[in-house]
């Protein structure tokens, strides 16, 4: 069978745990282009542990780009360079013979890194425990139906929550912010009917623990958009802002 | 603490206020604009438009007094923000290429506004302090021109008016983006107006000193 694997020269960030100092490794590896970043990987971490060298860490699940796990930066880029994917779907292809690659952890102060490039994105979690949900009765699926909405703001709504929660616009950001996750997390329910309720509430509680959990604040450079596997659009965080605006002049909840 | 102070502890809250003072200076800009303008008049009108402002008292008083604590507030949320993102991301990235799929001017926002505040300071001591308190009965043209036909006053003047193209180009659309002022029918309209006015006002504040330096070159 003709050999058209290609060879990279792999910088890997490896770090024991969250109170070590980390590091670069260097390995030298020759892979199929057909192969995934993360079958890439695996087959490295073989032959680690074949040499019963400790494997490299990280993080997947669906490995097709729907559950938002498996986020590292590669050559600068959160989800490596190509546009909208997410790092699970970038193969091996993307890179030329004899190229240099770099893969590192998600950075920022909000996400603490578990082990090498495994950080914990937790305070995202918060941000939707704090609001992003609807806690009012809906009813089951069919019952969806009873209000009707336009067709332009169903494609909202589902652009919106097209968002799969993987950190990368935080990652992607110079202010380390996760602005387009909670506009995302805020539009999905603030353009339905069902989501008006709550929905001055809820944008004022996920703002507030956003800012807690040591986000930066958005200078829209829109970095963020631009490296969303989703493409979640920019006009989510105008919303989320006009909301909050909004809110601030005509809610009634005094104590946000 | 009240809802209004923590309001405006908040990220969201700390932008608006960003916006609000930045499009008001932003209007404060056309004005002077507008004013420097005058200067193509010829010595005679641009010296009347000076003693027109100075007649209205202490009309021009307030509005100076609003204008220093526009740009106070503007500045000091500014620096504060521009240093609590900095430490957001305590260990840097090896390689970070996101900052260079974005717009050029979004990148140095904070950047621009401190030379613009530098500039500020300068334009303040070199013109007001000079024109009001220079104590000699100097007319502001006479230390306009003088200064303008100094190459190194002029080229300094002109990178800053760039500077201010610069954050502007950025500026202009981002507020309409932290208002939530924005719609497909009139983002790109918002855009290309906020284009516009970054080579207004760049080139406009730029067109003075080039004129003036060139005209003391010329000898006449
Ligand atoms: C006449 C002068 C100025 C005008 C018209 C102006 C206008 C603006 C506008 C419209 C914005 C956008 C606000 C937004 O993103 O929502 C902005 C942002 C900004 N300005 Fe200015 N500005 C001026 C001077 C300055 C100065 C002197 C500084 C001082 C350091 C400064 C620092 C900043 C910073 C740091 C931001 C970005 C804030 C952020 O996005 O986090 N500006 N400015
Ligand atoms: S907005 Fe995009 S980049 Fe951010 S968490 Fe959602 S899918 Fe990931
Ligand atoms: S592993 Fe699920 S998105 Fe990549």
């Given at each position: 069978m003709e050999n058209h694997n290609i060879n990279l020269t792999l910088n890997i960030w490896r770090q024991e745990n969250p109170s070590t100092e980390g590091r670069f490794d260097e390995f030298k590896v020759s892979t199929s282009p057909d192969a995934s970043i993360l079958e890439m990987l695996d087959e490295l971490n073989n032959t680690l542990e074949a040499k019963g060298e400790r494997p490299i860490a990280f993080e997947s699940d669906c490995r097709e780009g729907i559950c938002g796990t498996c986020g590292v930066v590669v050559n600068g880029h959160p989800h490596g360079p190509l546009p909208k994917i997410a790092t699970c779907q970038l193969h091996m292809r993307t890179f030329k013979n004899g190229e240099n690659l770099y893969i590192e952890p998600f950075r920022a102060k909000a996400y603490n890194i578990i082990k090498d490039l495994i950080v914990d994105r937790s305070p995202l979690d918060k941000i939707i425990q704090s609001g992003g949900f609807i806690s009012i009765n809906t009813g089951s699926a069919p019952d969806a139906n009873i209000h009707p909405i336009s067709k332009e703001t169903a494609t909202i709504a589902i652009e919106a929550a097209e968002c799969i929660g993987c950190g990368a616009c935080v990652a992607a950001c110079k202010n380390a912010s996760a602005m387009l996750f909670v506009s995302a997390k805020v539009s999905q329910f603030a353009v339905l009917p069902q989501g008006q309720l709550e929905r001055y509430d809820r944008v004022q509680a996920m703002v507030n623990t956003m800012d807690e959990m040591g986000f930066g604040s958005c200078t829209n450079t829109y970095a963020c958009e631009a490296e969303c596997p989703k493409g979640v659009s920019i006009t989510n965080i105008a919303r989320m802002n006009r909301d909050f605006l909004n809110a601030k002049i005509s809610s009634h909840a005094l104590h946000f | 603490m009240s809802w209004l102070s923590r309001s405006f502890k908040t990220s969201i809250g700390q932008k608006l206020v960003m916006t609000i003072t930045g499009l008001l200076l932003f209007f404060f800009l056309f004005v002077h604009l507008a004013g420097n303008f005058t200067i193509w008049g010829g010595e005679a009108f641009f010296t009347r438009y000076v003693s027109t402002l100075e007649s209205l008292g202490n009309f021009t008083h307030f509005i100076e007094v609003g204008l220093a604590l526009l740009f106070i507030v503007h500045i000091f949320f500014g620096l504060r923000l521009a240093l609590q993102n900095a430490e957001k991301r305590p260990i840097q990235y090896k390689v970070y290429e996101s900052n260079n799929l974005i717009d050029f001017s979004a990148r140095y926002t904070w950047q621009t506004g401190v030379l613009i505040l530098v500039f500020l300071v300068v334009h303040l001591i070199t013109f007001w302090y000079l024109y009001k308190f220079g104590g000699e009965g100097r007319e502001l043209f006479e230390i306009v021109t003088t200064w303008f036909a100094n190459p190194l006053y002029s080229l300094f003047y002109i990178i800053i008016m760039i500077a201010l193209g610069i954050h502007l180009q950025h500026g202009f659309q981002s507020a309409f983006q932290t208002l939530g002022w924005?719609?497909?029918?009139f983002t790109p309209i918002i855009e290309k107006l906020g284009t516009f006015i970054a080579w207004l006002f760049g080139l406009g504040f730029s067109l003075i000193p080039i004129y003036f330096y060139f005209s003391a070159i010329g000898g006449n």
């Open positions: - | 924005t719609h497909p029918k």
